[in-house]
């Protein structure tokens, strides 16, 4: 059985978590923030702090995704790997507009991580033998 979805939404995280790097380099530069500095103008704060959450969100994302897609299968995982993405964007438009309205996205995040999470124990139970 092939996992055609889920790797095609493991390279959609990758290239918003790529999108969201380059935000922070170049808030870096435009706000004249040398490294290892992470003090600036709240428009570097912001970027910084999407960026380095996605980071955090990744560690329980990329196992979830994975277990989902060998227990439960492929689109079940891309379903929920694809609410995580989206999830994301809205959290970075969010935060680089104002950090309060971080929230929507951060609860998008976090439905989709927890989706996963169950939908590898529904996986694991629907074939324990």
Same mark, same amino acid.
């Given at each position: @059985?092939?996992?055609?979805?889920? *790797? /095609?939404?493991?390279? $959609?995280a990758l290239?918003?978590?790529? !999108?969201?790097? &380059?935000?922070?380099?170049?808030?870096?530069?435009?706000?004249?923030?040398?490294?290892?500095?992470?003090?600036?103008?709240?428009?570097?704060?912001?970027?910084?702090?999407?960026?380095?959450?996605?980071?955090?969100? @990744?560690?329980?994302?990329?196992? *979830? /995704?994975?277990?989902? $897609?060998?227990?439960?299968?492929?689109? !079940?995982?891309? &379903?929920?790997?694809?609410?995580?993405?989206?999830?994301?964007?809205?959290?970075?438009?969010?935060?680089?507009?104002?950090?309060?309205?971080r929230s929507?996205?951060?609860?998008?995040?976090?439905?989709?991580?927890?989706?996963?999470?169950?939908?590898? *124990?529904v996986g694991?139970?629907?074939?324990?033998?």
């Amino acid at each position: @059985m092939g996992m055609h979805w889920t *790797a /095609l939404v493991s390279l $959609a995280a990758l290239v918003v978590y790529i !999108w969201m790097l &380059a935000n922070a380099g170049h808030a870096r530069g435009k706000y004249k923030v040398a490294a290892p500095s992470v003090d600036g103008p709240l428009e570097f704060q912001s970027a910084l702090r999407v960026q380095a959450n996605t980071v955090e969100q @990744m560690v329980v994302f990329f196992p *979830a /995704l994975w277990m989902c $897609a060998a227990y439960l299968g492929d689109v !079940w995982a891309a &379903a929920g790997g694809l609410i995580w993405v989206v999830g994301r964007i809205v959290y970075a438009i969010g935060y680089y507009q104002a950090p309060e309205k971080r929230s929507l996205g951060f609860g998008i995040t976090a439905f989709g991580s927890v989706a996963l999470m169950i939908g590898t *124990a529904v996986g694991i139970f629907l074939h324990w033998s």
